[in-house]
């Protein structure tokens, strides 16, 4: 066989995949070769030299250093081989603490294990340690403790860490003082450690050791957090979340997680979390029994029809759910105004890519990403908003790929990048537009691709090649020839893959943005092959799910269009189709202009997340009946006349989608505390109490099956085949094994081509009085309004107050100083908060995330909308900064 190597080991015959190490060979088959620094999946070390084996010369090599090659024989065991193992190991042991029956690892300790393994006794175990004076554990992480003295040197920790990108810890001293450390020797926690909890898994000792209980059992689910979709096994320990590790043969994250991910799952227990319906009584809340609670909502929901009617679905929740409120809106309500958060988030890629290329999703796989040639981030901060996404980019960084980063800020990936573009707040339309015209004036471009797959091309050219570039570089404010460079990278260098999110979609320009993008992949035929592609990393963990089951205004389940599928809609649910309705940001000025009078909340936190404060609170003050149903009493339900209680991700079953289209399933681990219900239940109760009977399903499994029916790229999926693993759609097909990259053969328009369209752009400046673009984003250690994560004390060791950045020289000229705090106001508002000063952001740009309610960003942004999406310019607000006279 092609592709594989056949040798032997103490005569036996293994066979191997070509590139295996002996060691890797050896364990894939079964055969057990002692081993302390091996790790699968980072490079060998060669370090502990336990895994010894002799070859056919009789040389000793390490197994985990020594290519398989076809016909090479191996000794493994051996009574030489062994004494010098035995040797080895006891001078590892002699440098580690003694107290093997106070460690935490005891019992899970692979040097324990190989004591046992190569009859290194008790005593003589005894006898080798030294009493080590002092104890020598840093205590600054509050989710994982390093103990030095346990530490046996294999490295794995600093090959892990590396891998992902982080390089928090290396070796340090030399000789017999030789430890891990980090920069400086500081604490882990002022070092550049992101708490990933990588190396403390991965530790082979009690060097490294999770402050975490032991679950008593364990679920295999996934993160509730980010759109990468991480597979967890979430461990349980009587009716608690105690712990988190990553699913090591799932597809999406190979055992690999965040912080959030692994640490920040504890929010489940908290005793703040909604456990009972609650209904407002002369402003207070007042705790209700369910059947109080939905007579009352199915009562008031009665008064509306129509337009006076509008509810927001939820990226948090379900498929399930979300259909399920999507179907309750359109055909129980009789409205079309059913949006959710996607709104603020990729409804321009979602308008831009099915433009042009007929469908708004990710086009491949985040595992392809390991094997591209080229990587273009545009707008995305990966190493923070996407973790695991970006140990990908990073591997493939380590192994071939170049990368491209166009970002106003400095971020870790433009650390480590080939070229940085650093451009000027919504100028990417200019700065990709001239990437294509230097592609085509040096001949890049891909004329096969385009005279077979493409239309339009020609008017496309003709704009590009009149772009005047000498106002390209006055727009983004960056050297044409850097574009030019970046431009060449990404054309050389195929297959090439785009990887994009909120700073391209968050512009009154977003579709635009996105159509940019969408040229440049069909310019050089980076699209419909493997690793190459267009990719918006989705943000929330089921957004792509929620968008997909039509909580969407202008589109159906499974991006099925009003006018073609409503007859079919109409039929399964025997109720008429309303017509297209309003997106998020229309319902509440709709709300406000008193057209809407009623709206049902579902997972969202808009008094924060929502553009301009002030008017969202208007907004939802003004409704006549408020409904709120989420996992705790947030902003936006304190406002609400009834609160429903839901059970969160951990609580439930059902299915999450994630960026790469793969649908995976979520099980239930434990029970939701109080009277919380699963939110599909809710739906279902209050649908049922309004005389429907078809509401009344038995399990979430069961809609899925309606889904299905009606959704044909979801149609070969179900609840038992996701049992054995997650599928991308589309999946037309019980046979069908899903879909790892879009566009093979054809785009799903009505010729077959993708179109090249040109970009709308209008060069937007800044005000006298507001000099100064305020870009709002997010961190690693907060998750939007921190509904979530301000339930995880330990997060604020990292994070517990906002900041707004700012470049040294704007601080300067304003005499403003670290720490300082100052007063930021926009058009709509001002706020206080501290102020950071460092050159991660340009001059004239000022950066805040919308994490912390005491300094809520959102307070300051608003204004037009990107006319294709309705997206607001999140990304792009002038402001004033002024330093705050403290008395
Ligand atoms: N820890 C954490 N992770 C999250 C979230 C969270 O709240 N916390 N939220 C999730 C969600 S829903 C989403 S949508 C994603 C968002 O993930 P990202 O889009 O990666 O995050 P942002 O911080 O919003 O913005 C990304 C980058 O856009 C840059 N940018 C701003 N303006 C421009 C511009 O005009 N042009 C270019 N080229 N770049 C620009 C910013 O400097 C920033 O580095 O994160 C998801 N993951
Ligand atoms: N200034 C500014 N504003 C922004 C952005 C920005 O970059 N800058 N980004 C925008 C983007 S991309 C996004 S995605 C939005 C996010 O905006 P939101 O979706 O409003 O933000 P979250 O805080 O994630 O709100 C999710 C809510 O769901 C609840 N929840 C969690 N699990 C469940 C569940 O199982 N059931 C129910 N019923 N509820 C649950 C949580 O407690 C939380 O209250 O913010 C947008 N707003
Ligand atoms: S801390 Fe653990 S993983 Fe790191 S070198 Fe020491 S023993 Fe190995
Ligand atoms: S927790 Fe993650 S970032 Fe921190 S040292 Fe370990 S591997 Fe590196
Ligand atoms: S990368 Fe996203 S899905 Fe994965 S563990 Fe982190 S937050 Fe969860
Ligand atoms: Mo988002």
């Given amino acids: 066989m092609k592709g594989t190597v056949k040798f032997r080991i103490d005569g036996r015959e293994v066979e191997a995949a070509r590139g295996m190490t002996v060691l890797e060979a050896a364990l894939a088959n079964g055969i057990y070769i002692p081993n302390l620094c091996f790790r699968e999946g980072i490079e060998p070390f060669g370090g502990c030299r336990l895994c010894l084996v002799e070859n056919n010369e009789g040389r000793l090599v390490t197994a985990c250093e020594t290519p398989a090659e076809d016909g090479s024989e191996f000794i493994s065991e051996s009574e030489r081989i062994n004494r010098i193992r035995r040797t080895t190991l006891s001078l590892i042991i002699a440098d580690h603490s003694r107290d093997c029956l106070a460690c935490p690892a005891s019992g899970d300790c692979r040097l324990q294990e190989l004591s046992s393994y190569l009859n290194v006794s008790d005593g003589d175990l005894e006898r080798l340690r030294p009493e080590l004076s002092g104890i020598d554990v840093d205590e600054s992480n509050p989710f994982f403790l390093r103990n030095h003295d346990k530490c046996i040197l294999c490295g794995i920790c600093v090959r892990v860490c590396r891998g992902l990108g982080a390089e928090a810890v290396d070796f340090a001293y030399r000789g017999h003082d030789t430890r891990i450390a980090t920069f400086m020797d500081r604490d882990i926690l002022d070092s550049s450690c992101v708490s990933c909890g990588e190396c403390v898994e991965a530790c082979p000792v009690g060097a490294l050791l999770p402050r975490t209980e032991r679950p008593s059992t364990e679920v295999r689910t996934v993160c509730p957090y980010c759109g990468a979709g991480c597979e967890i096994y979430l461990g349980v320990r009587g009716n608690r979340v105690v712990s988190s590790r990553g699913v090591p043969d799932s597809p999406v994250n190979q055992g690999r997680l965040c912080v959030k991910g692994r640490f920040a799952l504890k929010f489940v227990n908290s005793p703040e979390r909604l456990k009972k319906p609650l209904i407002k009584v002369d402003g207070e809340f007042v705790e209700v029994e369910w059947d109080e609670a939905i007579s009352v909502v199915a009562e008031r929901l009665s008064e509306y029809t129509g337009e006076e009617f509008a509810a927001v679905a939820s990226a948090k929740c379900t498929n399930e759910e979300n259909y399920l409120l999507q179907k309750f809106t359109r055909a129980v309500m009789g409205s079309g105004n059913i949006d959710h958060c996607a709104r603020l988030c990729h409804a321009p890629s979602l308008t831009g890519l099915r433009m042009s290329l007929g469908s708004g999703a990710m086009t491949n796989s985040i595992s392809e990403l390991g094997a591209a040639g080229c990587i273009l981030a545009v707008g995305t901060n990966p190493t923070e908003t996407h973790p695991v996404t970006s140990y990908r980019v990073i591997r493939a960084l380590r192994s071939r790929a170049r990368l491209v980063v166009v970002d106003p800020r400095k971020t870790r990936l433009s650390e480590l990048a080939d070229i940085h573009l650093q451009n000027r707040p919504g100028s990417d339309i200019p700065l990709l537009m001239a990437m294509c015209r230097f592609i085509l004036e040096e001949g890049l471009h891909d004329s096969e691709f385009i005279d077979s797959r493409t239309e339009k091309f020609e008017d496309f050219r003709d704009a590009v090649m009149a772009l005047d570039l000498d106002e390209v570089e006055r727009i983004t404010g960056v050297n044409v020839k850097d574009i030019r460079r970046a431009a060449i990278m990404y054309a050389s260098n195929s297959p090439a893959s785009i990887i994009y999110s909120m700073g391209i979609t968050q512009h009154v320009n977003g579709t635009g943005n996105v159509l940019a993008l969408s040229n440049l992949a069909l310019l050089t035929g980076n699209i419909g092959i493997k690793s190459a592609g267009i990719n918006p990393l989705r943000g929330q963990n089921n957004v792509q799910g929620a968008c997909d089951m039509g909580a969407l205004p202008d589109l159906l389940p499974g991006y099925q269009g009003i006018g073609e599928a409503a007859g079919k809609f ?224 330990e997060l604020e060791s990292f994070s517990d107050h906002e900041e707004l950045l700012m470049n040294p020289a704007d601080a300067s000229s304003m005499g403003i100083r670290e720490g300082d705090t100052v007063e930021v106001t926009s058009e709509r508002g001002s706020l206080r908060v501290r102020a950071g000063v460092t050159d991660e952001v340009m001059e004239g740009v000022v950066f805040m995330t919308f994490h912390f309610a005491d300094a809520p960003a959102n307070v300051l942004t608003g204004g037009d909308r990107d006319p294709f999406s309705g997206m607001p310019g999140l990304k792009f607000t002038p402001v004033r900064v002024c330093r705050v006279q403290l008395r």
């Avoid at 409704?623 to 009834?642: G, K, S």
């Avoid at 991700?649 to 399933?665: I, S, Y």
């Avoid at 009344?696 to 049992?723: M, N, Q, T, W």
Wanted: aromatic residues 10%; proline residues 7%.
């Fill in 570 to 793: 109409s039929e399964k649910w025997g109720s008429p189709i309303p017509p297209a309705g309003l997106t998020l940001p229309e319902m509440f000025d709709a709300a406000r202009d008193g057209k809407i009078r009623c709206m049902y909340i579902m997972g969202e936190n808009p008094l924060l997340s929502e553009p301009d404060i002030e008017r969202t609170r208007e907004a939802l003050e003004g409704l006549e009946f408020l409904v709120v149903q989420d996992i705790f009493l947030t902003e936006t339900a304190e406002l609400a006349d009834v609160v429903l209680p839901a059970a969160s991700f951990a609580e439930k079953d059902g299915t999450f989608t994630n960026t790469e289209r793969r649908v995976q399933l979520l099980r239930k681990a434990l029970d939701a505390p109080g009277d919380a219900l699963p939110d599909w239940q809710i739906i279902s109760m209050i649908a049922g109490r309004m005389g429907r009977e078809d509401f009344d399903y038995e399990s979430a499994s069961r809609i899925f099956d309606e889904i299905r029916e009606l959704v044909p790229s979801y149609a070969g999926i179900s609840h038992e085949r996701l049992k054995s693993g997650g599928i991308q759609w589309p999946c037309t097909s019980e046979e069908d094994a899903g879909t790892g990259y879009l566009h093979s053969e054809e785009f799903p328009t009505p010729t077959g081509r993708a179109s090249f369209l040109l970009p709308d752009y209008q060069f937007r400046g800044v005000p006298e009085e507001y000099p100064l673009v305020l870009v709002t984003g997010r961190n690693l250690y907060q998750y939007h309004t921190r509904s979530m994560t301000a339930r995880v004390e």
